[in-house]
């Protein structure tokens, strides 16, 4: 009997191609459901069969996966939300869903979408199921330590990313001094860490699961495009909490660090 396939809910970025390609390797077939051309050729040539729909379309969606015999659906990748409000058609059963939400905070809409996927049969896993060595190891992982400012810095930015994070605002926010630089909402990290370069340099940027977030969705991740934002904004540090957060490209992005000096830890 073929091994079933996993269906990939795959949004921008290099986070779903890495997973694509660690399955394909152990001859795991994944099913891709994406919403650009050029994701949906990337994943193809990895070797998953890649359906491309319009954001939305939920309808399309389920029946994708069910054409597939798709059991087991996972979420990975990035997802602009200003860019995908404008250019979502969704059909019947996305705008119901949508109307019933009371909260259209990332996490409250994700939730209720793995709800309806759920009430169609589907089971929903974590992408770390499959990829756990991307999850963040606890302790310094560059050559350079933090001082001790920018360990209260972090201590500091991990209790307010937690509060925020429990309104269901964002995952990061970046701290210099023990004063907030910088929180993120709809933007992403990126944009976040741009925006607080604005005001101080030498800032520290964490990045936590949200308190009350299902960890099979949205896992918090970093790599080698975070800190190069990170050096062209002037900030210093990442800290990301361990065990629950991706980290892509880590060989890379810590040489890359190492060679421009700054520094990368998992906290728990």
Request: hydrophobic residues 45%; aromatic residues 6%; charged residues 30%.
């Amino acid at each position: 009997m073929p091994p079933q396939p996993l269906g990939l809910i795959a949004g921008e970025g290099k986070a779903p191609l890495v997973l694509v390609e660690k399955l394909t390797a152990t001859q795991k077939p994944v099913v891709v459901i994406t919403f650009s051309e050029a994701q949906a050729k990337r994943l193809a040539s990895a070797g998953a069969k890649a359906v491309r729909i319009k954001l939305g379309q939920f309808g399309k969606l389920i029946k994708a996966f069910k054409k597939e015999g798709v059991k087991e659906i996972t979420f990975l990748g990035k997802i602009e939300k200003p860019k995908a409000l404008k250019e979502a058609i969704p059909d019947l059963r996305a705008l119901l869903l949508w109307k019933r939400l009371l909260s259209r905070n990332d996490d409250a809409i994700l939730r209720a979408v793995a709800e309806e996927l759920e009430k169609e049969g589907f089971r929903i896993v974590s992408p770390a199921d499959f990829v756990p060595e991307l999850l963040t190891p606890e302790g310094v992982l560059t050559r350079k330590e933090p001082s001790s400012s920018q360990w209260e810095d972090i201590r500091f930015g991990y209790e307010i990313a937690r509060k925020i994070g429990a309104m269901d605002i964002g995952q990061c926010v970046v701290v210099k001094d023990r004063m907030v630089l910088a929180v993120e909402a709809v933007e992403g990290t990126d944009e976040t860490i741009r925006r607080a370069g604005n005001f101080r340099k030498g800032a520290v940027v964490v990045k936590v699961l949200k308190p009350n977030q299902d960890p099979r969705l949205d896992l918090p991740a970093a790599g080698l495009k975070t800190l190069e934002t990170m050096l062209s904004a002037g900030a210093r540090v990442l800290a990301l909490e361990a065990g629950k957060t991706l980290f892509f490209e880590r060989e890379e992005a810590l040489d890359f660090a190492n060679r421009h000096g700054l520094i990368v830890v998992g906290i728990k």
